[in-house]
């Protein structure tokens, strides 16, 4: 990510429509160029780290990626150590986790690469602790936008829900998985970004666990995924949880997940009972001497959404989007914090080479930063709807028409993951790449290629059902 240029030509005012981890993290790319970087967020935004009702998805895990840690000390530095004091916990990727998928359970060993673990709220809070020192950032909270402001082919400001009317330089849209943005933008008169949707019909229920004081399973975090197409049973095609510690030693959080419309109960009793039908001992002999002292939340709009923001042959000047509501994952892949951090760092660079092209003048930024982005997106988008695609019942659609879905497309990633695991070295550098810590290119290479088509029958072995 490049640094700020000396002293650049400041703008006046960026509005950013939403003050959650994406808002805090355009802010603080954008803030060395502008005199002031107003975050509008419709929620009260609290003092400590703890659930808000904006942020729904708050109360389930998060799975923050090493490129996006990476990218958010870069935008915000100390970010990673302030959470550290707060209580995040530091987790060896390989040797603390374990992972079951399709192709068995993950080589366990140490490894260089380092898991930041804590709950959303934590993540959020630190973030935004940093951010709010930042010269310039000012944070509205129970600011509520209800639309756009717009001239001539540019955006212009935002209109507020009490009715006022703020000017800015520029717009950027981070107000999530329920951004109105097509509808602001077609009430100016321009056109809606195509949209495509995968869902699978997962479903979350979620809680922090309690402990026994130094308790031991054997791990750090513990995940199943669903088996998917060709599992013995329907419940182990459609079921998986997840449950790691995320702040101090004792508190851990358990998230069950349904895909298929199977979806997880919300009493304790049923929770564990559908754990157990996984069918994995492992899940029930990590449940079973920990404590429910929480209530247990659900989740159910799980859907992936794509807004075709950079496929776009025209859009305004003045306005872009970014985070969920451009490109909205399936929680379940752990992609949408660290696609918003690195969104958010090849924003600033794209923002210090145009502005040092065309001082004081923006037209042409929102095009080259959804070029710029475009490819993460992309890789993103299409390496979980991988995954999607072979859960039963997954529908697609493309600006609304059904698209045909082929479960087989994950043959190849299934026998590439087995053919990662045989090797430690190999295994990390793929665990890199998963961390979007490196380049994908290397995967598609004509050695790894060729080495897993060589040896396809012998991987396809290591697909178990279960």
Same mark, same amino acid.
């Given at each position: ?180 943005? #097509? @509808?602001?933008?077609? &009430?100016? =008169?321009? $056109?809606?970004? +195509?949209?495509?949707? %995968? ?116 859009? #305004? @000047?003045?306005?872009? &989007?970014? =985070?969920? $509501?451009?490109? +909205?994952?399936?929680? %379940? ?134």
């Amino acid at each position: 990510m490049s640094q700020p240029s000396p002293e650049p030509a400041r703008l006046d005012r960026a509005v950013i429509i939403g003050g959650s981890i994406a808002g805090t993290l355009a802010a603080a790319a954008i803030a060395p160029y502008f005199g002031e970087v107003l975050l509008l967020d419709k929620d009260v935004l609290p003092e400590e780290a703890v659930f808000r009702r904006g942020v729904p998805q708050g109360a389930h895990f998060h799975a923050l990626l090493a490129a996006g840690r990476k990218a958010m000390d870069d935008l915000l530095p100390g970010f990673s150590e302030h959470a550290f004091e707060m209580g995040a916990a530091r987790l060896d990727s390989a040797y603390d986790v374990m992972r079951l998928d399709r192709v068995g359970w993950s080589p366990r060993f140490e490894s260089p690469l380092e898991f930041l673990m804590a709950s959303r709220p934590l993540i959020e809070k630190a973030l935004r602790d940093k951010a709010q020192v930042v010269p310039g950032i000012r944070y509205e909270a129970g600011a509520e936008v209800t639309g756009l402001l717009g001239a001539h082919g540019r955006v212009t400001g935002v209109r507020t829900k009490d009715g006022r009317e703020v000017e800015a330089d520029l717009v950027i849209d981070a107000s999530g998985r329920f951004s109105q943005a #097509p @509808e602001w933008l077609g &009430a100016l =008169g321009h $056109a809606a970004p +195509g949209e495509e949707i %995968v869902n699978a019909h997962w479903g979350y229920s979620s809680t922090f666990l309690r402990v026994p004081e130094n308790w031991d399973p054997g791990f750090r975090a513990l995940a199943v995924t669903p088996f998917g197409d060709g599992a013995l049973t329907p419940e182990s095609a459609s079921r998986a949880m997840a449950m790691w510690v995320v702040e101090g030693d004792r508190r851990w959080i358990l998230t069950v997940q349904g895909s298929a419309g199977d979806h997880p109960p919300r009493t304790e009793e049923k929770l564990r009972e559908y754990v157990s039908s996984i069918g994995v001992p492992e899940l029930d002999k990590a449940l079973a001497d920990v404590e429910f002292p929480e209530k247990i939340a659900m989740w159910r709009d799980t859907r992936s959404r794509l807004r075709d923001f950079a496929g776009q042959p025209e859009r #305004p @000047e003045g306005f872009f &989007a970014i =985070g969920d $509501a451009w490109m +909205g994952f399936n929680p %379940v892949y752990g992609q949408g914090m660290t696609a918003a951090a690195l969104e958010a760092a090849d924003l600033r660079t794209v923002l210090d080479q145009h502005l040092a092209a065309h001082p004081g003048d923006l037209t042409g930024l929102a095009g080259g930063f959804y070029e710029k982005a475009d490819a993460l997106i992309k890789y993103c988008w299409t390496s979980s709807n991988t995954l999607d695609h072979r859960i039963p019942g997954v529908e697609y659609t493309v600006n609304g028409v059904p698209q045909q879905v082929d479960p087989s497309s994950s043959d190849f990633s299934d026998r590439l993951a087995a053919y990662m695991a045989l090797d430690p070295d190999r295994y990390i550098r793929y665990r890199e790449t998963t961390q979007l810590l490196r380049s994908p290119e290397w995967l598609a290479s004509e050695e790894v290629v060729g080495a897993v088509k060589e040896r396809w029958d012998e991987l396809g072995q290591a697909v178990v059902p279960r």
